[in-house]
Each structure stands twice: as structure tokens, then as C-alpha cells.
């Protein structure tokens, strides 16, 4: 790795025209003052970044359950998978991974398996780090199957800014832990619900890192 690559990271493809887009503002910026127009390059450089797309290093070792998302943990509770999944009514630990809009947004599968379900919902743009966002916000759900049979699911939360959930993946589809499978634009909020019995390896407040940091083992049960 040399030191461009340090600071250069590939973008993702849905970047790509919301770049071009800012690009253009800057360009008629320029052409009304020049202030204006540095304002616009630092905005279009935000742009790139926000939309970057870095490869990750995901922990081999079978069992682990890594983090979907960039940012910081801001829930660990129990609590019941969305509904529209169609998973056992009965409260789950979840994990909650709030992204804000200086995070990489390129989400990340937690753990391998069959996608069975994904449901999207319309909803409310509440600032996502506050617990009702899981309820009122919108958001779209999937419901992973391992090969054990038991269950994971992930759900892509829509924050204050955000207004637009993608989701790149499809019913059947078997995707690896940390393959990519979403993305939310701009600052939102990722959603674990951890198998019954499994406890989570990381505390509120802790840096995670989308595709590498685990979060629970499901080779070392445990509460909540």
C-alpha cells in the first residue's frame, strides 16, 4: 500500500452522478466568485469521500458475525425484528450501528447465508441515533439464513438526512460475511438482531468497521 492509496479510496458506482452534480454547481460558483467556488470543491470532495467504497478484511474464522456499517454502536437492547420479515414474534439483542454523513455508507453483510426475506417500508426521517427511528423511520429489512438455520437480521435505516435506502442483493441469493448489500444516503443507521441465546462482543459507543469488526460469536452464547 503506498501513500496515495492511503488517502484515495475507490467510490462507488452510486456516487458517480451526485459528484458530477456537484461538480457542475462548483463550476458556476467559480463563475460568481471565487470564495464561492472553493466552497463548492471542498463540498465536491466531501462528496467523493462520502460515497467511497474501500475494500475490507473480513475475519475467516466461521461463526463470526461482523458489523454491517461504519460508525459508532448507539443501541444494544432487546427487542422484536421488524414484523414484515416474518421471523418469531419474541425479543432479539439489537445492535445498532449509526453511521454519520463522514462515515463510509457502503453497508455490509453481517454474516453469511441465504437472503429469505427483505421488505421495504415508508416511514419518517427522524435523526437516527434516538431508539423510536427503528419504529417510525423508513427502512428496509432482511432476514438472513445460515446454514444452521438460524436466523440474522439486518435492517437499513433511513436518518434526518437520508432519503434514499438501496438495497443491491435479492431474495435467494447466498452472499459471504462482509459481501456488500446496501447502501444509505446520507447518514442513517444499521440494525442487527442477533440469533436467541447470542450475546454481542462489543459495547455502546465503540468505533465499528463495516465487514471486520465482529460482533458476536455464535460459537460463544451469552446475554445481552
Not at 463550476?27 to 470564495?35: E, S, T, Y
Not at 453481517?110 to 426475506?117: D, K, L, N
Not at 419518517?124 to 438472513?144: C, G, H, M, P, T
Request: charged residues 20%; hydrophobic residues 50%.
Amino acid at each position: 500500500m503506498n501513500m496515495l492509496s492511503t488517502f484515495i479510496k475507490p467510490m462507488h458506482r452510486e456516487g458517480v452522478r451526485f459528484v458530477a452534480i456537484f461538480a457542475a454547481i462548483t463550476l458556476g460558483l467559480f463563475l460568481i466568485a471565487d470564495v464561492l467556488g472553493w466552497i463548492g470543491v471542498g463540498l465536491t470532495v466531501w462528496c467523493y469521500y462520502f460515497f467511497r467504497d474501500p475494500e475490507r478484511v473480513t475475519p475467516e474464522r466461521e461463526g463470526l458475525i461482523v458489523s454491517p456499517a461504519d460508525g459508532i454502536v448507539s443501541l444494544i437492547e432487546p427487542a422484536v425484528p421488524p414484523a414484515e420479515l416474518g421471523l418469531p414474534d419474541q425479543p432479539l439483542t439489537r445492535v445498532s450501528v449509526f453511521m454519520s454523513v463522514f462515515n463510509c455508507h457502503v453497508n455490509r453483510l453481517p454474516v453469511a447465508g441465504e437472503i429469505t426475506a427483505i421488505a421495504y417500508r415508508p416511514g419518517k426521517f427522524l435523526n437516527a441515533s434516538l431508539d423510536k427511528a427503528s419504529i417510525d423511520n423508513e427502512r428496509n429489512s432482511l432476514a438472513i439464513r445460515m446454514d444452521d438455520g438460524r436466523f440474522v437480521a439486518v435492517v437499513q435505516i433511513a436518518g434526518l438526512v437520508a432519503r434514499r435506502i438501496v438495497c443491491f442483493t435479492e431474495i435467494g441469493a447466498r452472499l459471504a460475511t462482509g459481501e456488500r448489500f446496501g447502501l444509505i444516503r446520507f447518514g442513517s443507521r444499521l440494525d442487527v438482531y442477533l440469533p436467541e441465546g447470542v450475546g454481542p462482543l462489543v459495547r455502546i459507543g465503540q468505533t465499528m468497521i463495516a465487514g471486520e469488526t465482529v460482533l458476536a460469536d455464535l460459537h460463544r452464547p451469552g446475554a445481552a
